[in-house]
């Protein structure tokens, strides 16, 4: 990442400068005239009731005129300054931290949701169930962000080709893909600063979420923020290259929305991108006084916030939806595509034509197979687990194939429900259509919950989720199908983590999944566990068919000497490059034909992990009998081999086949 540096009382005014843009000027001088943060920042527990439980940013009534969507189809738009800030500069928080956990409902405003899920015409569609055996291969595994003081998590992750974001209430962290930390910071301002905190964001950053822009090559991370009843906030970020650490332009959006006269916030919000633009759809209920408002959507150009100019917005609303998420797009599509439940027997799909220019919400539905909404499911040690409604909790659109997922019940078990979803030529002609639908079922008496789901290059389809039973402790898992398996159908469920206690009650509010820009081929999910430290959260990759490796291995072989005596024990120097996937392993071994006539075979090197991009090297010491004479050439001969880990990278390793050879003569007399 390109590192922007701004130093002293010039960062200070530049900051200050750009905020006065979009917030009051009494925010403007709190910002210049706030007092510094202790120099060793630690994590600290949510703070007392106030106003909701937290306090306004300005302290005085908000100046900024809301949105008003009263009438059906406005569009209002916005424009909101960028800050430029580069996180090296920003001190670590560690966590977990000590105490009892804080629900995030508590310090909202009173919001209840005046949609209810109709019940739509029952069908006999078609549902599938999992197969007898796995399909999911797990690769990586580590644990993510544990506990910030606030539940329940709201645990998403973002995969870029050398690092994860990953976001929780109220933090966020970056990790190698080994699962080494490189950052860890609150999103609010109890950091020093906190991630937001520059551009005037306070102790309140809630429902974050984040992805990896495959297409732009940038991360993206969002959360909402409400202090009192009269300021709301969509607060996202955009960083400057592939590489999270470093410089990203960061932008606080007003989010206050009126219908009539009373204002509404967002809550629960969706997030996700095409070429053209990112999107941002939330729940909207009463800020000035009670009430539901809908659903909220918001276009943010991306050629502005890529190029860290001000961003560009626009805001519109649908009043008979609920819950609504964005997908995240791969491929040409004809319009961005959202998703939610419309009755207990179909789905509702948005649409907004001309985003960026002219923006209008369409929208249709298709029928799928009859659902009742979830139950708290039960978990070891008489705990249960809160599984909030049957809203979508997330969809992914790839080349027309749009999928989604959600929590369901049926005969008195509760099932993460998956769908498969041609948008063919809609919205321009025609209609929607389901390709095919499944239940994850994790085996007798054990419920599964939280789905993730997302396909990668080769049609493959990733999925991630809970489960649990009254005698089985909470687990993350994965699992997934080929484009082959009968339709409606996925593996069985491969457990990438048991809990190591009992635990439950409020939980979620959601899994995640992510697909790796480096081989678009390598699924990553994301989960929250009980730990004993409170909650934490559990990291894995995993594969559905295992990518095909080119024959690249690039072996080399130097010895030494190259002619001349060749001594009994002989060093060598071995090297192989140019894997062309990460997650794998290498080796080399040697094969020897002595002048005399001798063979030896099979010396081997270590297994070694690789990348597409490094090196394995070795001096290689091996000592050899005096069979006779070692008058005349000795043929070295290097092969490197390449092999496919076993899942979590233990062994047994299995040889790939991906294998490349390079020999050497070497003339030697005794």
């Known amino acids: 990442m390109k590192f922007k540096a701004v130093t002293g009382s010039l960062l200070l005014l530049f900051v200050a400068v750009l905020i006065g843009f979009a917030v009051s000027p009494s925010q403007h001088d709190a910002q210049t005239t706030a007092a510094q943060p202790a120099p060793h920042p630690t994590a600290m527990r949510p703070f007392g009731n106030d106003d909701f439980g937290v306090p306004s940013t300005s302290g005085e009534p908000r100046q900024l005129e809301p949105a008003d969507l009263t009438e059906p189809g406005a569009v209002v738009w916005g424009t909101a300054p960028a800050a430029i800030i580069d996180t090296t500069t920003h001190q670590q928080i560690q966590y977990p931290v000590d105490g009892p956990d804080r629900r995030v409902k508590e310090l909202l405003p009173p919001h209840e949701s005046q949609w209810t899920l109709p019940l739509g015409p029952p069908n006999s569609l078609p549902v599938g169930s999992t197969l007898d055996t796995p399909r999911a291969s797990a690769v990586k595994t580590f644990p993510g962000i544990s506990d910030t003081g606030w539940t329940p998590p709201d645990p998403t992750h973002a995969v870029g080709p050398n690092h994860i974001v990953s976001t929780v209430n109220m933090s966020l962290a970056f990790y190698a893909k080994d699962g080494t930390v490189q950052y860890s910071n609150d999103l609010g301002d109890a950091g020093n600063p906190g991630f937001f905190e520059p551009l005037g964001a306070g102790g309140f950053t809630f429902d974050p979420k984040c992805f990896y822009d495959h297409i732009a090559d940038r991360f993206v991370v969002l959360a909402l923020e409400v202090y009192g009843s009269t300021e709301a906030w969509i607060t996202f970020a955009v960083s400057d290259d592939s590489d999270p650490n470093g410089t990203w332009y960061k932008y606080r959006t007003d989010a206050v929305i009126s219908v009539g006269s009373t204002t509404y916030w967002w809550d629960y919000p969706g997030l996700g991108y095409d070429e053209d633009a990112y999107y941002v759809t939330g729940n909207l209920f009463g800020l000035s006084s009670g009430g539901w408002a809908g659903v909220g959507f918001r276009v943010i150009n991306k050629a502005e916030v890529l190029a860290g100019n001000p961003a560009v917005y626009s805001t519109l609303r649908d009043g008979d939806a609920a819950s609504v998420q964005v997908c995240q797009h791969f491929g040409s599509n004809l319009a961005p595509f959202f998703v939610s439940t419309n009755t207990s027997s179909s789905l509702r799909i948005h649409a907004i034509t001309n985003p960026t220019t002219s923006p209008a919400l369409t929208s249709t539905t298709v029928s799928v197979p009859s659902f009742s909404d979830p139950f708290s499911a039960p978990a070891a040690g008489g705990y249960t687990v809160s599984l909030v409604d049957g809203r979508i909790m997330n969809t992914h659109w790839r080349d027309g194939n749009l999928y989604a997922a959600h929590n369901i019940s049926s005969s008195g078990r509760n099932f993460a429900r998956w769908y498969h979803v041609d948008t063919n030529n809609w919205p321009s002609s025609g209609s929607v259509s389901l390709v095919q639908s499944g239940n994850i079922d994790g085996g007798s008496g054990v419920h599964t919950w939280f789905p993730a789901i997302y396909s ?51 939980w979620g509010d959601y899994y995640d999944i992510a697909i790796d820009p480096a081989d678009d081929m390598t699924f990553w999910a994301i989960g929250e566990y009980p730990a004993s430290s409170g909650w934490s959260n559990w990291i894995s990759s995993f ?61 081997r090197a270590g297994w070694t992990n690789l990348g597409p991009v490094e090196v ?13 004479s070692l008058v005349g050439d000795n043929v070295f001969e290097i092969i490197g081999e390449d092999v496919t880990p ?25």
């Open 543 to 603: 594969t559905i068919t295992v990518p095909t490796i080119p024959d690249t291995l690039g072996a080399s072989i130097s010895a030494t000497p190259s002619a001349g005596v060749l001594p009994f024990t002989s060093q060598f120097w071995v090297q192989l490059e140019n894997l062309t996937s990460e997650n794998r392993r290498a080796a080399a071994r040697i094969d020897v034909t002595l002048g005399n006539g001798s063979d030896y075979t099979n010396w």
């Open 616 to 628: 394995f090297s070795t001096n290689w010491l091996q000592n050899f009998p005096a069979f006779g």
């Open 456 to 506: 990668n290059a080769v049609g493959d389809v990733g999925l991630v989720c809970g489960s649990s039973s009254s005698t089985q402790r909470i687990a993350v898992n994965v699992t997934g199908r080929s484009p082959g398996d009968p339709a409606g159908t996925m593996g069985s469920l491969t457990q990438a983590l048991l809990a190591p206690v009992n635990g439950g009650d409020r």
């Open 646 to 670: 076993s899942p979590f990278n233990q062994p047994p390793f299995a040889p790939s086949g991906d294998t490349d050879t390079d020999s050497a003569t070497v003339t030697a007399s005794n």
